[in-house]
């Protein structure tokens, strides 16, 4: 299957997810995405650096204060591991996941339930890691 198929199929294909794109790990390359989603390289370099943080003394993460930026709109990060990072603004949101090799960037609207969401990129994301991505 192609990247833009995961996208396509995978991701928006389910109805959980509205927008996505798949950058490499190091996100300097998109790999795919949905029409008219974009995320910036600053955006993505955010992404990156959230995920290199290694956090304070409690483990908390400088995006857990600060936030997180997709596609020119700004999320309250409430969640931020070395695996997932999840965002809300309003009822809308976010939910990255990094695999060996990928980093997932999706968003979900109002309509979808947060869980929903989750669970179908987490599930691709578990899928890739299985397949050496």
């Not at 020119?72 to 969640?79: H, M, Q, T, W």
Request: glycine content about 10%; aromatic content about 10%; hydrophobic content about 40%.
């Amino acid at each position: 299957m192609s990247w833009q198929a995961y996208v396509d199929t995978s991701l928006v294909g389910t109805g959980y997810v509205d927008k996505a794109a798949i950058f490499n790990s190091e996100g300097t390359s998109v790999w795919a995405s949905s029409p008219g989603f974009t995320v910036a390289p600053a955006e993505i370099k955010e992404v990156v650096t959230a995920y290199n943080d290694k956090g304070d003394a409690q483990g908390i993460k400088q995006v857990q204060s600060s936030g997180l930026h997709v596609a020119g709109e700004r999320f309250v990060v409430i969640k931020a591991d070395d695996r997932s990072l999840y965002g809300k603004k309003g009822k809308e949101g976010i939910v990255i996941v990094k695999t060996h090799q990928a980093i997932l960037v999706t968003h979900y609207p109002e309509s979808i339930q947060p869980g929903a969401a989750t669970n179908t990129v987490e599930q691709l994301a578990d899928y890739l890691r299985g397949v050496g991505y």
